[in-house]
């Protein structure tokens, strides 16, 4: 290639590329930097910002009306993202598995469903699930009722105990069409000759998906697990929309987002301050980031030496 071809071929990737970046620079990247330029300044009551260094994060951390807020929405988001990952993840790929397999009746059709709440808002399923659980007129008692185990229905979304995790079992339930898919289209993608070659070496189906298949998607599992760890860090609307800003009861199933919501702009008594909120969202993207970062540190590499 000429040298003149190379640069025209550059200007034509930076002419396709511009628009895609300003617009991810206008409303992602400077929003981002200007939340975290606002959490080291502080406001008076006539609007004026003065420096604070780090003075918003310590109280955020450290203070006493502050951290017992904070804290205990960083352990309901902790759980909240371990259920996803023990219930989540495991069935997505014991889903995705089942539908790799040939010949399997009705593939397309149980796909379809299972992805379908996935498209759904997240308001919408907030809602039909509330009535479902609602213990006053909710229809949850009653199918239990048809097994036999009409005893065994509480209003978990009322309780203390049980609100985080029954919300957790909601969100599973949306949006594990994501990872079945991901998991299955790695699936898909595993060379065919070689299970075949297991087959004529006498390998069962369980120790071709053990030995062959499950190596083979370890990737696809590792970014599963990090979307998963995203997603659940970022988690807002399905709470906000079940249990409000004040993620109740008693701050039970408060989670990041939330806490995020009532520092920035305020709910009930709580009045908003901007300045807050952003240290607030400061450290949920230092967690984010931390995560991510030990994902590729501590699994990534682990994984490319063992494609190696």
Known sequence: MQPADRNIGRWQLAAFLAPALLIYALFSALP????????FFSSDDAG???????????????????SMAFWNAMRNNLLFFAIHMLLQNPIGLLLA??????????????????????????VIIGFIWQLILSPLWGVGERLLGTVGAAGLFQPWLGQEGTALATLALISVWQYIGIPTMLIYAALLAVPEEIVEA?????????????????????????????????ANFNAFDLIYSVKGALAGPNYASDILGTLFYRTFFGYQAQVGNANMGAAVATLMFLVILLGVGAYFVGVQRRLSRYAL
Do not use: M
């Not at 004026?48 to 502050?66: E, H, I, M, P, Y």
């Open 198 to 230: 297991a087959h004529v070496e006498g390998a069962g189906a369980l120790r071709i998906f053990w030995d062959i298949k499950l190596p083979l998607i370890y990737p696809t599992l590792g970014l599963v697990t990090i979307l998963t760890f995203v």
């Open 48 to 66: 004026r910002q003065t420096f604070a260094g780090l003075a918003n994060f310590r109280t955020v951390l450290f203070d006493a009306d502050w």
């Open 97 to 122: 598995t089942l539908f790799s397999l040939k010949g399997l009746r009705g593939a397309r059709t149980y796909r379809t469903l299972i992805f379908l709440p996935t498209l759904l808002s997240v």
């Open 32 to 39: 981002l930097v200007d939340t975290l330029r606002q959490g």
